[in-house]
């Protein structure tokens, strides 16, 4: 079955430093996509970045960059020059296969992240 | 930009209450889910519908319903509350693409159930 393994629960780290968020999947489709979700203590869902199975170079979106490695099963979220407005409950989500039950995301536990001042 | 708007933040209602959880979306989405979060646990799918009338459970379905009469609005139903379903409630929709298919989510409801 797949599964979406997050094995930090919290993380505090100091303000402007880099910080990488750890992410595992289990699944055997060799097709599937990886996501980052925010979740600020408002409530919303926000999406950060995606990673495709088939995609040759790990996804950058401006200071978030997706650490794809694909034998190892993981896709960790690597925050660059953390801000104040960081802190916030992180999810690694997995979309499974190209069939039309693919429209499905598998959630992990979630990591919440304290950026300290 | 998509808006997901979710009826309800905050809800409390009695055990065995009937609750409707309603959710609209302004960007013509196919894919409408409900998904709930509880400590530790992540995000769960409850159900999801890929078009109008079109309903599928999804990893919790027990004790609730949906539906889907129109295509910008889901509502997840409680028939009975019980008070294990005290959580918050998210809805998301997304467009049927089988690549990047960001779900775009509401604000949440946080439901108790006494």
């Known amino acids: 079955a797949q599964k979406i393994t997050q094995t930090q629960p919290g993380m505090f780290v100091q303000e402007k430093e880099a910080v990488t968020l750890d992410c595992t999947y289990d699944?055997?489709?060799?097709?599937?996509?990886l996501f980052w979700y925010k979740q600020p203590s408002s409530g919303e869902m926000i999406f950060l970045i995606y990673?495709?199975?088939?995609?040759?170079q790990n996804a950058t979106e401006g200071r978030y960059s997706l650490n794809f490695q694909k034998a190892r099963k993981s896709a960790n979220l690597v925050i660059s020059a953390s801000q104040l407005g960081d802190s916030a409950m992180y999810f690694c989500?997995?979309?499974?296969?190209?069939?039309?039950?693919?429209?499905?995301?598998?959630f992990g536990q979630g990591t919440r992240l304290t950026i300290n001042p | 930009d998509v808006k997901v708007t979710q009826s309800s933040r905050y809800l409390v209602k009695r055990t065995g209450e009937k609750v409707f959880l309603e959710c609209v979306q302004d960007?013509?989405?196919?894919?409408m889910f409900w998904y709930r979060q509880d400590p530790g646990l992540g995000l769960r799918l409850i159900y999801f519908?890929?078009?109008?009338?079109?309903?599928e459970k999804g990893d919790i379905p027990e004790g609730y319903s949906v539906s889907r009469e129109k295509k910008e609005r889901f509502s997840l139903i409680l028939e009975s509350a019980s008070t294990n379903q005290t959580s918050m409630y998210l809805c998301?929709?997304?467009?049927?693409?089988?690549?990047?298919?960001?779900?775009?989510f509401g604000a949440g409801t946080r439901l108790s159930v006494l």
């Open positions: 998301a929709s997304s467009r049927p693409t089988l690549a990047k298919n960001i779900q775009y």
């Open positions: 519908s890929y078009d109008v009338k079109m309903k």
């Open positions: 960007m013509d989405h196919e894919n």
């Open positions: 989500a997995m979309r499974m296969g190209q069939h039309q039950g693919a429209q499905k995301l598998v």
């Open positions: 699944t055997s489709d060799p097709s599937y996509g």
């Open positions: 990673q495709g199975s088939y995609d040759q």
